[in-house]
C-alpha cells in the first residue's frame, strides 16, 4: 500500500514538473503557472492548471496498472 502511494506521488511530480519545464523552456502559455502582481497590496496568481491535471490523470492511470500487476503476480 504504501508502495503504491509512492509510486502515484512520483509520477504526478514527474508527469507535472517536465510539463511545467517545457512550457517554460518553450515560453508555451498553457503549459506555463505564472505570478503577477496588479497592485501593491494583493498579488494575483495565473495561468493553466493543465500539467496538474495531466499529471494527475497520469498517476491515476499508472497506480491502476501497477495495482493489476501486482495482483496478477
Given amino acids: 500500500m504504501f508502495k503504491t502511494h ?4 512520483c509520477t504526478f511530480l514527474f ?8 512550457g517554460y523552456a ?3 502559455e498553457w ?3 505564472y505570478y503577477y502582481e496588479k ?3 494583493s498579488l494575483h496568481a495565473g495561468g ?3 500539467p496538474l491535471l495531466i499529471g494527475l ?3 491515476y492511470l499508472i497506480t491502476t496498472i501497477y495495482k ?3 495482483q496478477q503476480a
Fill in 39 to 41: 497592485t501593491a497590496t
Fill in 6 to 9: 509512492i509510486i502515484s506521488l
Fill in 26 to 28: 518553450q515560453n508555451i
Fill in 57 to 59: 490523470a497520469a498517476s
Fill in 15 to 22: 508527469v507535472s514538473g517536465f510539463l511545467l519545464l517545457i
Fill in 31 to 33: 503549459l506555463m503557472l
Fill in 48 to 50: 493553466s492548471m493543465l
Fill in 68 to 70: 493489476r500487476t501486482t
